[in-house]
């Protein structure tokens, strides 16, 4: 049974700093580039990064550039978010998802999916 579980989200003010964590299992993690995509009320989940399976390579949307890094621990079957300089409009549930091909986590499209974790940032 495949599992994605995120966790690290929460409460924090404006220019704060979180890492959310993802740890996979059931799955050869290694195989998989990992994305992380948010979803906030009212609004269509949108991708935010993603990292390719050996994690060599990473790629940001420009709404968090220069504030967010995707990283990965294969030894772990762990993928990490860190966000820094969080904004309220980073305020949404925050998804890792899994999938063997990049181009498809660019079309917010994936084999596996987590729960989500709820980040807020207040003004």
């Known amino acids: 049974q495949v599992q994605l579980v995120e966790s690290g989200g929460g409460l924090v003010q404006a220019g704060g700093s979180l890492r959310l964590s993802c740890a996979a299992s059931?799955?050869?993690?290694?195989?998989?580039?990992m994305g992380w995509f948010r979803q906030a009320p009212g609004k269509e989940r949108e991708l935010v990064a993603y990292?390719?399976?050996?994690?060599?390579?990473?790629y940001v949307a420009d709404s968090v550039k220069g504030r967010f890094t995707a990283s990965r621990d294969n030894a772990k079957n762990t993928v990490f978010l860190q966000m820094n300089g969080l904004k309220p409009e980073d305020t949404a549930v925050y998804y890792c998802?899994?999938?063997?091909?990049?181009?498809?986590?660019?079309?917010?499209?994936?084999?596996?999916w987590g729960q989500g974790t709820q980040v807020t940032v207040s003004s």
């Open positions: 990292i390719t399976r050996s994690g060599s390579g990473t």
């Open positions: 998802a899994g999938d063997g091909n990049t181009s498809r986590l660019r079309r917010t499209q994936a084999d596996y």
């Open positions: 059931g799955i050869t993690f290694s195989s998989y580039a």
